[in-house]
């Protein structure tokens, strides 16, 4: 698929889908960091991990890189209501991942 495709397909869909995935029970917080609305601050490390589980999987690792001194900053990213909550518990930040439009992960990106 083009890349102009794409984002027409995109802007589209999350469009049309926005005021059902802001009902959606695992979805319903957050939004203007999907829409790539973080406050300024600078990350030596970015992780993502996209619900509860992969969160916790992640948490040895930073820890490990913590105690090493490589993640003293680190933000942690998820999609979900319950991955927010659970990197609550050991990251120094924590984020909703950008949607996948063009808009939101510049501005993310820029913030970070």
């Known amino acids: 698929m083009s890349t102009r ?5 995109s802007r589209v869909v999350f469009g049309a889908g926005a005021p059902l995935w802001r009902r ?8 203007p960091e999907r829409a790539g609305r973080y406050p300024n601050a ?3 490390l ?21 105690d090493q001194g490589f993640a003293d900053d680190a933000l ?9 909550r659970a990197a609550q518990r050991f990251a120094d930040h924590v984020r909703y991942v950008p949607l996948d439009t063009r808009r939101a992960t510049r501005r993310a990106l820029q913030a970070v």
């Open 5 to 9: 495709r794409y984002r027409v397909l």
């Open 24 to 31: 959606h029970p695992k979805l319903r917080e957050g939004w």
């Open 42 to 44: 600078r990350f030596a």
């Open 46 to 66: 970015w992780a993502h991990g996209a619900s509860a589980g992969d969160v916790l999987a992640l948490e040895p690792t930073l820890r490990a890189l913590k």
């Open 76 to 84: 942690v990213s998820t999609v979900t209501d319950s991955g927010y």
